[in-house]
């Protein structure tokens, strides 16, 4: 989660639809019609209606460049990741991240003086993993969370409180599953993609700590892990569902009685059941625990490589910092997006109510951000080792005895490149 909407693929696959789209960058037309230098933009696919043609919108109206935006399906991370080494990639884009890789290859520019007067304006978590060295890497878009949707009266019929702990979620989950219904939607590889560490701050720990160790090198961790295999034994996991976490269908359709998802799912939820449902954090697991609600943002980058610098830049600044507007249009009006400013977020009447309201205290008071160190090669050793626990029974203390491993030698490796 980072928070992210997409599972991290091959980079051979990115690279050959990089190579497929050729050199439509979107610098050599297509823009908004000759208003100075042309730029390209990038955004990952959104599923929410709308989105698309908003960010075009914005595009439009700013009138000191020619700006260019692309809508990329697929491969996203890995795209813009093949794309920064390349003279062909965006001037601007958003960006999951960028890395510590990024920003130490010099890949990414520094947009710290863009924050003048407003840096403390800026949501502290999620500003945090773009910062490095005291520097600022990208501009945080909105606050995107995750939370637990259930349906109350399903809970209720089966004489079933909202679960509060990570036991009490498996038996939950077991009790509400009937013939059509499961009960519980954690994704269709079982969860691995869509909890990530999640688990891990249920459990009490972290991916890194402060001093940048391994922050799961504990025994809590295979225990909270062991207890997503049963949900997966005892069958009570949606599998192969028509779409996957990100969207509310599954729940929506009634095929679950409790899912995983995003808090940009919750108007469609509403729309079909009103007040029947609910939101939670991720329950705490076992006796150490704490309820875990993983939170993160996009941010809108510049690449070093870009001709104009100053003049992206510009953009970048006018867009995500200047117009407030926009920012509280894109957070708001397609689906449910916490505001990165503060101050737009306290004036967002839409998250002051019922169950957008709890999430957004969920966020607050549960909420953590994968830290800068936890980088790609981290994530997927981790996240390949989830998948096996849970849909292999893969013995949960040596695979994460081997993820340890790999951590460490990655949290080394970027530490030498940093001194």
């Not at 926009?326 to 998250?351: E, M, N, T, V, W």
Request: with cysteine; glycine share 10%.
């Amino acid at each position: 989660m980072t928070i992210s909407r997409r599972t991290l693929l091959a980079s051979g696959a990115a690279l050959g639809l990089l190579t497929a789209c050729g050199s439509n960058t979107g610098r050599d037309g297509g823009g908004s019609g000759g208003k100075g230098p042309k730029l390209s933009q990038w955004y990952h696919q959104y599923g929410e209606p709308g989105t698309e043609e908003a960010v075009k919108r914005y595009a439009a109206a700013y009138d000191k460049a020619d700006v260019s935006v692309q809508w990329r399906p697929g491969n996203y991370d890995e795209q813009t990741a093949a794309a920064l080494l390349t003279k062909s990639g965006p001037d601007v884009f958003e960006a999951n991240g960028p890395t510590l890789d990024q920003i130490q290859g010099g890949q990414v520019l520094d947009l710290t003086d863009l924050f003048d007067g407003v840096t403390d304006d800026f949501n502290p978590v999620v500003l945090a993993p773009k910062t490095h060295d005291g520097r600022i890497w990208s501009i945080p878009q909105v606050v995107d969370m995750q939370v637990l949707y259930y349906r109350k009266s399903l809970l209720s019929d089966a004489g079933r409180r909202p679960p509060t702990t990570l036991d009490e979620l498996v038996d939950t989950a077991k009790e509400l599953t009937r013939d059509k219904v499961k009960g519980l939607f954690l994704g269709n590889d079982g969860g691995a993609g869509a909890l990530g560490g999640t688990p891990l701050y249920a459990a009490g720990l972290t991916l890194v700590t402060d001093d940048g160790r391994v922050g799961f090198d504990d025994p809590a961790a295979a225990r909270a892990l062991a207890a997503l295999r049963t949900l997966y034994e005892d069958k009570s996991l949606l599998l192969g569902a028509p779409s996957d976490w990100s969207d509310p269908s599954a729940f929506v359709q009634e095929l679950t009685a409790m899912q995983w998802s995003g808090l940009w799912a919750l108007p469609a939820v509403r729309k079909a059941f009103g007040d029947d449902f609910g939101v939670l954090p991720f329950p705490a697991a076992g006796s150490g625990g704490k309820p875990s609600v993983p939170v993160g943002a996009y941010g809108a980058a510049v690449s070093a490589r870009t001709r104009h610098k100053k003049e992206a830049k510009d953009f970048v600044k006018w867009l995500w910092i200047d117009r407030t507007d926009h920012q509280r249009d894109f957070a708001l009006s397609y689906g449910f997006h916490i505001p990165a400013r503060l101050s737009l977020a306290k004036k967002a009447d839409a998250l002051t109510e019922g169950a957008a309201a709890d999430a957004v205290r969920y966020s607050t008071e549960h909420g953590y951000a994968e830290p800068l160190l936890w980088t790609p090669a981290s994530r997927v050793a981790y996240q390949d080792a989830l998948s096996r626990i849970i849909k292999s029974g893969a013995n949960p203390e040596s695979e994460l005895k081997s993820v340890v491993r790999k951590v460490s030698a990655e949290l080394e490796r970027v530490k030498k490149k940093s001194s």
